[in-house]
């Protein structure tokens, strides 16, 4: 059982940066694809970004591309989102999640929220205009 906890969120003003942090902990934290995905009120769970379990494979959605970047340090089972230029659109409820990945899809990762096994709780981003 891998539990996963998320930090970094908060108010902030349009065309600022924050950082997002998800720590992992209970299982071998290198097996698991991390992807980012948020939700807004009233809207679906949306992927934001996700990265292979070896780092090296990369991905982002259409909304963020170019403004954030989703990197991973397996020596402290953590996973980062990094937001610049944020937008009030980006307001909304981040997660992250772990999807297990034997080592024959050491490079893959998964867009869609159905293909994860574990979620945080989400840390709330508010960005005002």
């Known amino acids: 059982q891998v539990q996963l906890v998320e930090s970094g969120g908060g108010l902030v ?23 980012w995905f948020r939700q807004a009120p009233g809207k679906e769970r949306e992927f934001v970004a996700a990265v292979s379990r ?23 089972n953590t996973v980062y989102l990094q937001m610049n230029s944020l937008k009030p659109e980006d307001t909304a409820l981040y997660y992250c999640a772990a999807d ?30």
């Open 100 to 129: 297990f990945k034997p080592l024959f899809s050491i490079n893959r990762f998964d867009t869609r929220a159905s293909d994860y096994d574990y979620w945080g709780q989400g840390t709330q981003v508010t960005v005002s205009s």
């Open 54 to 76: 070896s780092g090296v494979s990369t991905d982002y959605g259409d909304s963020v591309k170019g403004r954030f970047t989703i990197s991973r340090d397996n020596a402290k």
């Open 13 to 35: 003003q349009a065309g600022d940066s924050l950082r997002l942090s998800c720590a992992a902990s209970g299982g071998t934290f290198s097996s698991y694809a991390m992807g």
